[in-house]
């Protein structure tokens, strides 16, 4: 059985949803019978391009095993919208990709089928099979990247999850965030990202259930410490509950 077949056997109560982290931003959530993935980084694409950058640990999962009902692309940055990994997966064709604009143009290039493309934009929401997605405004962090997009998941049974994507900060962004249980916001504070107090600023108005901090493992030069993010959570609102889950291990609520 491989890893994936373990997580599409994961038993869950009808009320609950659960999520696994891949490392960088990517996740895989199931919910009433749902599988979504989110940028899911599962190569050393962006090793190979600039070196400095190569992955700290081996990929969690090979993309040939990953299998989605729903695969989500924020934006068209190679840890993010990663050919190496859409090249490998193999249901493609069964899927249904969202991304933004010039993020959907990107996945038709590189053999996604213009079938299965639905592009969300930021104020946009769309409806497949019980899971309701809603594009949300993010602030891009470069100019190849204006369409970036947050994205906001509502499952059947209600559980919700807000991604913010890359994104810089601004008072746009903290009044466009949703009402969503799970927060998945960057903290890596480098290249434009928010970093950990802005991440925090965020959760502490948008007041979610849980917040979980990404953008912070995979290459050395774009690290932050998660712990960080916790003890100011603390600090700013002690009600947002920080999980920081380890990479494959599932976060059920």
Same mark, same amino acid.
């Given at each position: 059985?491989?890893?994936?077949?373990?997580?599409?056997?994961?038993?869950?109560?009808?009320?609950?949803a659960?999520?696994?982290?891949?490392?960088?931003?990517?996740?895989?959530?199931?919910?009433s019978?749902?599988?979504?993935v989110?940028?899911?980084?599962?190569?050393?694409?962006?090793?190979?391009?600039?070196?400095?950058?190569k992955?700290?640990?081996?990929?969690?999962?090979?993309?040939?095993?990953?299998?989605?009902?729903?695969f989500?692309?924020?934006?068209?940055?190679?840890?993010?919208?990663?050919?190496?990994?859409?090249k490998?997966?193999?249901?493609?064709?069964?899927?249904?990709?969202?991304?933004?604009?010039?993020? =959907?143009? +990107? $996945?038709?290039?590189?053999?996604? &089928?213009?079938?299965? #493309?639905?592009?969300?934009?930021?104020?946009?929401? %769309?409806?497949?099979?019980?899971v309701?997605?809603?594009?949300?405004?993010?602030?891009?962090?470069?100019?190849?990247v204006?369409?970036?997009t947050?994205?906001?998941?509502?499952?059947?049974?209600?559980?919700?999850?807000?991604?913010?994507?890359?994104?810089a900060?601004?008072?746009?962004l903290?009044?466009?965030?949703?009402?969503?249980e799970?927060?998945?916001?960057?903290?890596?504070?480098?290249?434009?990202?928010?970093?950990?107090?802005? =991440?925090? +600023? $965020?959760?502490?108005?948008?007041k &979610?259930?849980?917040? #979980?901090?990404?953008?912070?493992d995979?290459?050395? %030069?774009?690290?932050?410490?998660?712990?960080?993010?916790?003890?100011?959570?603390?600090?700013?609102?002690p009600?947002?509950?920080?999980?920081?889950?380890?990479?494959?291990?599932?976060?059920?609520?």
């Amino acid at each position: 059985m491989t890893k994936m077949d373990g997580i599409l056997k994961c038993k869950l109560p009808r009320s609950k949803a659960a999520l696994w982290f891949l490392g960088q931003a990517g996740y895989i959530i199931r919910a009433s019978g749902k599988t979504v993935v989110i940028d899911p980084y599962l190569s050393d694409s962006v090793g190979r391009v600039a070196p400095d950058f190569k992955r700290a640990y081996p990929v969690p999962l090979k993309p040939s095993e990953l299998k989605a009902d729903v695969f989500i692309v924020t934006h068209d940055h190679l840890d993010h919208l990663d050919p190496d990994t859409i090249k490998a997966y193999r249901h493609r064709d069964r899927t249904v990709f969202i991304a933004p604009r010039l993020a =959907a143009k +990107k $996945l038709l290039s590189i053999g996604v &089928p213009a079938s299965g #493309i639905w592009r969300l934009d930021s104020g946009e929401t %769309l409806g497949f099979a019980g899971v309701s997605i809603t594009g949300i405004y993010a602030v891009p962090t470069s100019a190849d990247v204006v369409d970036t997009t947050g994205y906001f998941i509502e499952f059947a049974n209600g559980r919700s999850v807000y991604h913010t994507s890359d994104t810089a900060f601004s008072d746009v962004l903290v009044a466009a965030a949703p009402k969503a249980e799970v927060l998945l916001a960057c903290i890596n504070g480098k290249w434009g990202n928010l970093n950990v107090f802005q =991440a925090v +600023k $965020l959760a502490a108005a948008m007041k &979610p259930k849980y917040a #979980i901090p990404n953008h912070y493992d995979v290459m050395a %030069l774009n690290c932050e410490n998660p712990e960080a993010f916790r003890v100011f959570m603390k600090t700013e609102n002690p009600d947002v509950k920080v999980v920081i889950p380890k990479v494959m291990e599932p976060f059920v609520w």
